[in-house]
């Protein structure tokens, strides 16, 4: 089992996030050890969903997007749902979250419609990477390379297309952050 124990993780999400794309990354990252922390638009309870359709367990952000400061993590978890991301790309700050750990070469993990934000934030152009398939015209349109695999690792990028792809989707999250672990200076 991996020691995540020093890795403090970002997950950035909003009301539709499709529930097991939030808490099983987040759930698999607790395991190994790795501080969670959940950032939403504000701090009341957000929804979730089962397939954008269902309404399911809610949870409750630790702080708000403008109290964010992406130095303090490692890496970012960017969950899917229809409604989440498209409610986040219209956050100012949620943008620049996003762009700021692609900035500054950070671990960041995009799933289903989660990659949205990624196209928002302007920091795809160039990347291979994969998603739900009805916004892949969007991640080409934003200069992506978009292919249709489980999970794409592009540097410090990881993406999945769905739920059924979440097992690969923590594997390539926990030895990412596994690396950039071994690679910090002690």
Sequence with gaps: MADLSQARVLILAADGFETVELFEPKKALEAAGATVTLASLGTD????????????EMATPDLAVGDVDTDDYDALVLPGGT?????????????????????????V?????????????????GRRLTSYPSIRTDL??????????????????????KPDDIPAFN???IAALETELAEEPA
């Design 109 to 125: 993990a995009a799933i289903c419609h989660g990659p949205w934000l990624l196209a928002e934030a302007d920091v795809i152009e």
């Design 83 to 107: 409604c989440n991301p498209d409610k986040l790309r219209v956050n100012e700050r949620a943008v620049e979250i996003v762009a700021e750990f692609m900035e500054d070469d950070k671990i």
């Design 45 to 56: 309870p957000i929804q979730g969903m089962e397939q954008d359709l269902n309404k399911a």
């Design 171 to 173: 594997k390539a999250i």
């Design 140 to 161: 080409e349109n934003a200069g992506a390379d978009v292919v249709d695999e489980e999970v794409v690792v592009d540097g410090n990028l990881i993406t999945s297309r």
